[in-house]
T-cell receptor
Framework: GAVVSQHPSWVICKSGTSVKIECRSL??????MFWYRQFPKQSLMLMAT?????????EQGVEKDKFLINHASLTLSTLTVTSAHPEDSSFYIC?????????????FGSGTRLTVV | GESVGLHLPTLSVQEGDNSIINCAYS??????FIWYKQESGKGPQFIID?????DKRQGQRVTVLLNKTVKHLSLQIAATQPGDSAVYFC???????????FGTGTRLQVFP
């Protein structure tokens, strides 16, 4: 139990375009979802926390108008990278927390590799 | 955003040896800690967790030690295997929020 599906697993987009990444909890209701960004050989950096039905809370230094987060249902959160630029190329990972079988409460997706050319 | 660490230290061990991976955390209010394993191109995989009311917890081949006095966490892997090769991260939950903050990772390389 406690599976989080992230889609797509990788995406290449042109500079200036927008990209949407989906994070779905498959067998539980995720009341809270987290979005992380990870650059090569670095740790996971928390970008924002989203609660179902409310606006996301962004970490300091993360542009909310550039990284749009929507958590419209208890099983789906989306991250849209708007007007992407090469420096946005990174590995984006979501995590979900809620009423779930997983005893430790945080379940991670498999990540999305974004390459902006 | 919150992040810790701009470099990735490496620990090299021989197959069959024990591995010890260390982590220093910053917030004395943190009361829940998790160790994750991350393989290349994948999301973090849960290994073991510990709450601040404990100082040791054991799993299958893994042990986590918590020293709250010096804000230090360690992961011990017994009889390390090639399949243990990965990057290991500690993560802390800071008490009054749901946020999970990751520490600097350690790359574990296991040689035959």
């Amino acid at each position: 139990g406690a599976v989080v599906s992230q889609h797509p697993s990788w995406v290449i987009c042109k500079s200036g375009t927008s990209v949407k990444i989906e994070c779905r909890s498959l067998d539980f209701q995720a009341t809270t979802m987290f979005w992380y960004r990870q650059f090569p050989k670095q740790s996971l950096m928390l970008m924002a926390t989203s609660n179902e039905g409310s606006k996301a809370t962004y970490e300091q230094g993360v542009e909310k108008d550039k990284f749009l987060i929507n958590h419209a249902s208890l099983t789906l959160s989306t991250l849209t990278v708007t007007s992407a630029h090469p420096e946005d190329s990174s590995f984006y990972i979501c995590s979900a927390r809620g009423q779930q079988p997983s005893r430790h409460g945080y379940t991670f997706g498999s990540g999305t590799r974004l390459t902006v050319v | 955003g919150e992040s810790v660490g701009l470099h990735l230290p490496t620990l090299s061990v021989q197959e069959g040896d024990n591995s010890i991976i260390n982590c220093a955390y910053s917030n004395s209010a943190s009361d829940y800690f998790i160790w994750y394993k991350q393989e290349s191109g994948k999301g973090p995989q849960f290994i073991i967790d510990i709450r601040s009311n404990m100082d040791k917890r054991q799993g299958q081949r893994v042990t986590v030690l918590l020293n709250k006095t010096v804000k230090h966490l360690s992961l011990q892997i017994a009889a390390t295997q090639p399949g243990d090769s990965a990057v290991y991260f500690c993560a802390e939950n800071r008490g009054n929020t749901d946020k999970l903050i990751f520490g600097t990772g350690t790359r574990l390389q296991v040689f035959p």
